[in-house]
């Protein structure tokens, strides 16, 4: 079973730019997630998908980071304009189903960005 | 809200030893799941073990097992028989009975000696 796939695996750019990320759930899996994870820190969810309906975004930074999930499968993150303090990895996950109460998350390899 | 608190930023042990990393979180909820993930160098995270909190019984996967004080509200990882391919940085998370958002700890980075 192919797990879930990130693209790209790193990126550069300067402040004020814009970037964006894919992520491409494990086949079948209804809930899609993107954390971020900033050096030394532990994860902290962006946005929970449940097919393309958003679950929980309470700790998007709205005001520069967007993302959507088209057809309910892949998804993209987007960052405009970026700031210095959005270096960190960003992790894709999926699960099954988020009723269940042993529902697992599966997570991607990350897209570590650096904003110079 | 509920936090989790991993205390050991960086741990060591010697191949074929136990070694136990700590987490403590904080909740008012009375029903929750419990987790560790490990994350090795190439980035992938994996689940470890996973703890119900209305089970009194310690979960363990084969030479992983877990340490739950409810009462205490730790939740601690044993490694026996330590292995080079155990290396990696351990995070503890925290998920509600109902919903998927998991709260992870700022991690324990384990170190393998030969």
């Known amino acids: 079973e192919a797990g879930v796939a990130q693209s790209p695996r790193y990126k550069i750019i300067e402040k004020r730019q814009s970037v964006a990320f894919w992520c491409n759930p494990i086949?079948?899996?209804?809930?899609l997630y993107w954390y971020q994870q900033i050096l030394g820190q532990g994860p902290k969810l962006l946005i929970q998908?449940?097919?393309?309906?958003?679950?929980?975004d309470s700790q998007l930074p709205k005001d520069r980071f967007s993302a959507e999930r088209l057809k309910g499968v892949d998804s993209t993150l987007k960052i405009q304009p970026a700031k210095l303090e959005d270096s960190a990895v960003y992790l894709c996950?999926?699960?099954?189903?988020?009723?269940?109460?042993?529902?697992?998350?599966?997570f991607g390899p990350g897209t570590r960005l650096t904003v110079l | 809200a509920q936090t989790v608190t991993q205390s050991q930023p960086e741990m060591s042990v010697q191949e074929a030893e136990t070694v136990t990393l700590s987490c403590t979180y904080d909740?008012?909820?009375?029903?929750?799941?419990l987790f560790w993930y490990k994350q090795p160098p190439s980035r992938q995270m994996i689940l470890v073990i996973r703890?119900?909190?209305?089970?009194?019984q310690n979960a363990t996967e084969n030479r992983f097992s877990v340490n739950f004080q409810k009462a205490a509200k730790s939740f601690s990882l044993k490694i026996s028989d330590s292995q080079l391919g155990d290396a990696a940085m351990y995070f503890c998370?925290?998920?509600?009975?109902?919903?998927?958002?998991?709260?992870f700890g700022a991690g324990t980075i384990l170190r393998v000696k030969s």
């Open positions: 998908f449940q097919n393309n309906g958003v679950v929980d």
């Open positions: 086949s079948g899996h209804a809930t």
């Open positions: 703890q119900e909190a209305y089970k009194q």
């Open positions: 998370a925290y998920r509600k009975q109902y919903g998927n958002k998991l709260v």
């Open positions: 996950a999926s699960s099954l189903d988020s009723g269940r109460l042993t529902d697992t998350q599966y």
């Open positions: 909740t008012s909820e009375s029903d929750y799941y």
